[in-house]
Each structure stands twice: as structure tokens, then as C-alpha cells.
């Protein structure tokens, strides 16, 4: 198993031989290599000698065999790692310059040379600005790099993050966040609290788990009218011995709400159109500094796409090339089904606007307007309107 090992790692280096046997019986050598564990591979005979291809380790074993009986074994061509380099060896300029290399790499390899956000959500671009500010940029060293110190002032200068992070693998700061997710306003089951209304509508049902109901079947509530009390008696109503105490109101409060929408898209809109010219700059930028590389470049006029790529250099210094993609503003029509797509998009937009609910009847059509698509829509939804409302110190009387 070493040995193999040992022939299989000298491969490498060494490569393989094409080799040619002459002598009687050349076919028992074959058979003797093999019996002795030396490789042959594609064995063929040719002007009346055998060759074969043979690893270079092996070379020693199948000449001293081949010595021993009588066999003439000639090296016909050779490959390898070391066939490669030995022209190369008299070359000094050669090998300082790939020492130079090694070491220019190697003295490169500890700064940042590209800064990646991986994840959505924020304005990337002042991202960067802040990324920059707290010494993440191209061209930093990495061991400079805090990652604590810039996780708690990313999360400190922004309340939407969540979570922050900076991983460096190899010259790449990779930037990874999450945003937070707004959680609704948690009230403890033992707290006292009403259920009221959040939208004006009809009481269609009431279903009371906890509390006293104050509405029914009918009635019209505006919002934040009282559906279910935390009030809650105990005791016989024809005696004076009732007693009240407060709890937290639970329930659902069915009701019918309505309605009326309105959705306008003009009727001409404009759209670029690529004219197929293209114009670029290139430049260094050193720091603060431009140095312009580019020859009779143009103002763009405006109307154009900007493409922006930067190549580190090292040192704080970049390659710049800037395209400028031009186009023309035309005007197009829209057709006339776009007044459907804004009659689905007014139903998406009130289904999406009911927590627990459902239409049950709606009316929609187009309205006049100058210039404009106008889709008017009138609709009647059965949804839920209670949610829980904590009592003040006024409304418990304490």
C-alpha cells in the first residue's frame, strides 16, 4: 500500500515514459513486469520491437529485469512536471520574477480588495458609504478589521437591522443583514383589555370568549367603538349583590364593511428606447483624485445609462471604465387592457388590506377621465373588526 502510494505521488512530478524492448520473446517480459508489479500500457509492436508506456519510478525495476534476460530497453520520449521545468532551469529572471510574484501575492493577500453585499433590503449605496467610514473598503488591511466594533455601530446607526455581519474570505469582505420583522402589539392574557372596533361596518356576528359583548346582530359601529367589554359582572342581576372585575376580552366580531377604490394610469407613457451608441471612460482614480485615460470623450447629454466598473489595484487605487448606454424618450401608447389589470390589481390590493376577511359582493367599471385609465371600484366585505385595546387607569375607574 506505501509503495503504491509512493508510485502514485511520484507521478506528479515525474510523469511517464515511452519506452522500446527489443530482444527474443519480448512477450515474457510483458508477463514478467507484470508478475514483478511494474505498469505497462499500451503495449503495441512496431519495426519489430515492443512498445509500451511505463511510469519514470518504475524505469529502475524494468531495466535491472530487463538486464538480467537479455532484453535492450530505449527511453523513446518523455513527460512530466520536470521535463517541463528543466529548460527553464538556467533562467535566473525567470524564477526571481515568480519569487517576486509568490511575494507580491502573498504581501497582497492581507487587504481587502472587494466589498460584497450579499442580502436586500436597504439602500446598498449608503450602506457602503457607512461600510466605508468604519474602514471597510478596498485596499484595507485586514487585520484592521473589527468586525465587532462595526456590527454594533451598523445596528446602532440604522433601527431597521436585525442582525449584521462581516465575513472576510480571502481578499472579500462578504456583508450579510437582516431586517427586522415588525411584530404586533403583545398583550398579556392577564392585563385587562376591550375589544374594539378598527374599521366603521355592520355587526353581522359576534362570537365572545372572554368579557361581556356590548354589540349585536345589526347594529353600525365607527372605529374604536366597544364590541366586548373587559367588564364583567358576577352575581344575580335582580339582586344588589353584583360584583364587577375586570378581565381580558377575547372574541371575534364579524362585520360588513364597504368600500370604494379608484385607480388611475395614464394613457401615454414614455419608453427608452437604445439608440445603439455606447461611450466610455476610463480613468484612474487615486483616492480623491481622477486621472483621465480617455480621449475624445463626449458630454452624454443626459439621456443615457451609466455603467460604472472599478478594478482594484492596490494601494487605494482603481481602474475605472464608465459606459454610457444613450437612449431616446418615446412615447407609446397604452392599450386598452389596462384597465383590466387595474381592476385585478384594486381586488388584490383590498384582499391584501383585510387581516381575516373576504368580498362578498363588488362592482367595478371604467370612469371617465382626460389622458388617464380610471377603474372605480365599489365592494362589500364580511371581516373581522375587533382587536384588543388595553384600558387606561380612566377606563378601569382605579
Known amino acids: 500500500m506505501i509503495l503504491r502510494l509512493i508510485r502514485f505521488w511520484s507521478f506528479i512530478p515525474y510523469g511517464f515514459l515511452i519506452i522500446s524492448v527489443s530482444g527474443e520473446k519480448s512477450?515474457?517480459?510483458?508477463?514478467?513486469?507484470?508478475?514483478?508489479?511494474?505498469?505497462?500500457?499500451?503495449?503495441?509492436?512496431?519495426?519489430?520491437?515492443?512498445?509500451?508506456?511505463i511510469f519514470a519510478p518504475d524505469l529502475g525495476y524494468a531495466r535491472k529485469l530487463g538486464l538480467t534476460r537479455g532484453y535492450r530497453i530505449r527511453i523513446i520520449s518523455r513527460t512530466g512536471a520536470i521535463r517541463f521545468l528543466l529548460p527553464l532551469w538556467r533562467r535566473p529572471v525567470f524564477w526571481c520574477g515568480a519569487l517576486l510574484c509568490c511575494v507580491f501575492l502573498g504581501f497582497m493577500s492581507g487587504y481587502i480588495w472587494q466589498v460584497d453585499i450579499l442580502s436586500d433590503g436597504i439602500n446598498n449605496r449608503l450602506l457602503y458609504r457607512e461600510l466605508e467610514s468604519l474602514g471597510i473598503m478596498p485596499g484595507v488591511d485586514k487585520d484592521s478589521v473589527d468586525n465587532e466594533h462595526i456590527k454594533n455601530s451598523v445596528l446602532l446607526s440604522d433601527d431597521r437591522l436585525g442582525w449584521f455581519a462581516v465575513n472576510l474570505s480571502g481578499c472579500t469582505a462578504r456583508v450579510s443583514y437582516s431586517l427586522k420583522r415588525l411584530q404586533p402589539e403583545l398583550i398579556a392574557t392577564e392585563e385587562p383589555c376591550d375589544v374594539v372596533a378598527t374599521k366603521p361596518g355592520v355587526i353581522k356576528l359576534v362570537n365572545t370568549y372572554s368579557g361581556t359583548p356590548c354589540v349585536t346582530s345589526g347594529q353600525t359601529v365607527m372605529p374604536g367603538d366597544v364590541l366586548i367589554s373587559s367588564k364583567l359582572g358576577i352575581g344575580s342581576n335582580r339582586s344588589d349583590e353584583v360584583t364587577y372585575r375586570y378581565v381580558h376580552a377575547r372574541g371575534e366580531v364579524w362585520g360588513r364593511t364597504w368600500y370604494d377604490l379608484t385607480a388611475y394610469s395614464p394613457v401615454e407613457a414614455r419608453e427608452k428606447v437604445f439608440t445603439g451608441k455606447i461611450k466610455r471612460k476610463v480613468y484612474l482614480k487615486i483616492g480623491n483624485r481622477r486621472i483621465n485615460l480617455g480621449f475624445g470623450y463626449g458630454n452624454h447629454g443626459g439621456d443615457c445609462d451609466i455603467i460604472l466598473k472599478d478594478y482594484a489595484l492596490g494601494f487605494n487605487a482603481f481602474l475605472c471604465i464608465e459606459e454610457n448606454r444613450l437612449f431616446m424618450s418615446d412615447g407609446i401608447l397604452l392599450p386598452e387592457s389596462e384597465e383590466d389589470r387595474l381592476s385585478e390589481g384594486l381586488t388584490a390590493v383590498l384582499c391584501l388590506s383585510m387581516d381575516s376577511g373576504r368580498i362578498s359582493a363588488f362592482e367595478v367599471g371604467p370612469v371617465l377621465a382626460e389622458d388617464a385609465y380610471c377603474v372605480r371600484l365599489n365592494a362589500e366585505c364580511v371581516e373581522q373588526i375587533g382587536a384588543c385595546r388595553v384600558l387606561s387607569a380612566n377606563d378601569s375607574g382605579s
Open 27 to 53: 512477450e515474457v517480459f510483458v508477463a514478467n513486469c507484470a508478475k514483478f508489479g511494474i505498469r505497462l500500457k499500451y503495449i503495441l509492436r512496431r519495426n519489430g520491437a515492443l512498445q509500451c508506456r
